[in-house]
């Protein structure tokens, strides 16, 4: 499902073109469910819902559309569902990630993805803080605090905060954040990068942040990509041989989300 | 955000209880990478203080414990505190870590020192140097071309420049991120390539040209 409502593209990577019905269908009422809107793709089993016809103003989802999504995503009847997301740290962004079961980010090898990455973090954080506590708690307790700096000192001095005032809180806040676990790649590793830099972002997170990390692999760059988006075909089907498309098979079978029985919802998200 | 008074040295290295000195040197190392303000892992995650925090826990932390006496007074307190138990304790590795030379044997290292000199002679590859001297751009590759054309291992360049074996690795792999600041990189390179038996007035050069086209 391409939740990238301010850029919808995952339709030309998937190849599947001209598609009139998508979510714009179901946020303006044409259709009642969600259901109604998926679309196949050439991919046997693979199915998808656009966003390519949703209104420019689609990215500012109001809190109730943004719930409607959520929901009807939850009754969908798939084994799995992924939906891709776009850069940022909206809320609406945070929020679709943070009500999957898993969440997965990507990065590459430069410090300026680093940089995001880690603004990322900090912000799905203060996010699970603040729909823990509600607004009204969150900002009785934090009024007062100096929140400049960077992340991991900006989380520390709030939950530090949380601890002296609302011991009781502050423990329920951990087993919340405690329960969420992150899982990344690093994508488009060339070959003087550092293959190690994911494994090394792992044991940092793992060791300063309470949610759990957990870094699936490196996706090699490769050329090929950039001619496979051209084709608009999948990568993975066109260069099924290239060492960059085991990568990616491997990442995807490490990657088991947790059995239904086990989910909240009906279906995994 | 874990409060750092909830971590024990152990924790602040990453490490077991039953972590033996060799284990608790490479965890210390491996922190100093990552926490180093040139490191990319943990790019813009702590500002200066943070990170000047973070790596004086870890010393304070790999002091106490590579320090015998200080760390069964520590791990008395632990073990009282209900951190751990004295069975786990006991399943200690007892390695301690190994330097591959000592830095007081003089005679091994005037030995490596004979025994480049001699591979020099017995390699002579003079098509090789005159080939890297013509060359205006050098990379590690190259440098360990002519290394490994002298039949010279990484542990006989460290016994004679001490440049750490791993710097040399990540100057012979060309790992940018891994390699030491500007400063320390042309001693280094300078050092090597005399090593090598080179001339370093043209091979530093050629390795910054090199190091300004990859970056």
């Not at chain 2, 414990?65 to 751990?84: I, Q």
Request: proline letters at 4%; hydrophobic letters at 35%.
């Amino acid at each position: 499902m391409d939740l990238d409502l301010g850029a919808p593209n995952l339709h030309t990577f998937l190849g599947v073109d001209h598609l009139e019905k998508g979510l714009d269908w179901f946020l303006g009422k044409r259709v009642n469910h969600l259901e109604q809107v998926v679309a196949p793709t050439k991919t046997p089993g693979l199915y998808f819902v656009s966003s390519a016809n949703c209104r420019v103003e689609a990215p500012n989802l109001h809190a109730a559309q943004k719930d409607k999504i959520i929901r009807s995503i939850r009754g969908l009847d798939f084994d799995y569902v992924f939906l891709d997301l776009g850069a940022g740290t909206s809320f609406n962004m945070l929020d679709f990630f943070l009500t999957s079961h898993q969440g997965l980010f990507v990065l590459t090898s430069e410090p300026t993805a680093i940089e995001n990455s880690f603004a990322f973090i900090k912000a799905a954080y203060f996010r699970m803080i603040k729909r823990t506590l509600t607004q009204k708690t969150f900002h009785r307790l934090t009024s007062h605090l100096d929140l400049s700096g960077n992340p991991v000192g900006q989380t520390f001095r709030i939950l530090k905060e949380i601890r002296k005032q609302a011991p009781d809180m502050a423990e329920q806040l951990k087993q919340k954040l405690s329960a969420f676990q992150f899982l990344f790649v690093v994508n488009q590793l060339h070959k003087r990068d550092d293959p190690e830099l994911g494994t090394k972002i792992e044991k940092v997170c793992n060791h300063h942040f309470y949610s759990g990390f957990r870094f699936l692999g490196n996706i090699r760059y490769d050329e090929n990509v950039h001619n496979a988006v051209l084709s608009r075909q999948l990568f993975v089907t066109q260069y099924a041989h290239a060492p960059t498309a085991d990568e990616f098979c491997k990442i995807a079978s490490s990657f088991e989300p947790p059995p239904v029985a086990d989910r909240p919802g009906k279906t995994g998200i | 955000m874990k409060q750092s008074d909830e971590q024990t040295h152990y924790d602040v290295l990453g490490i077991s209880v039953t972590a033996g000195p060799e284990q608790i040197q490479a965890a210390y190392s491996e922190l100093l990478a990552i926490y180093d303000t040139d490191s990319l892992s943990t790019y813009s995650l702590f500002s200066g203080s943070e990170r000047q925090a973070i790596l004086e826990r870890s010393k304070k932390a790999y002091k106490v414990l590579m320090d015998a006496r200080k760390r069964e007074e520590y791990d008395r307190y632990l073990t009282e505190a209900g951190h751990v138990s004295s069975a786990d304790m006991e399943k200690r590795d007892q390695r301690q870590p190994k330097p591959m030379f000592s830095m007081h044997d003089e005679q091994t290292i005037r030995q490596t020192k004979k025994n480049i000199q001699k591979k020099q002679v017995d390699m002579d590859t003079p098509s090789l140097k005159e080939d890297i001297h013509a060359r205006t751009a050098l990379s590690g590759a190259d440098l360990k071309s002519v290394r490994t054309s002298l039949h010279l291992e990484l542990n006989e360049i460290f016994a004679v420049t001490r440049i750490p074996v791993a710097v040399l690795r990540a100057i012979e792999e060309d790992v940018m991120q891994k390699l030491p600041s500007p400063v320390y990189l042309k001693g280094y390179i300078k050092q090597y390539a005399e090593c090598l038996g080179l001339d370093s007035s043209i091979i530093l050069p050629a390795y910054l040209n090199y190091l300004k086209t990859v970056s």
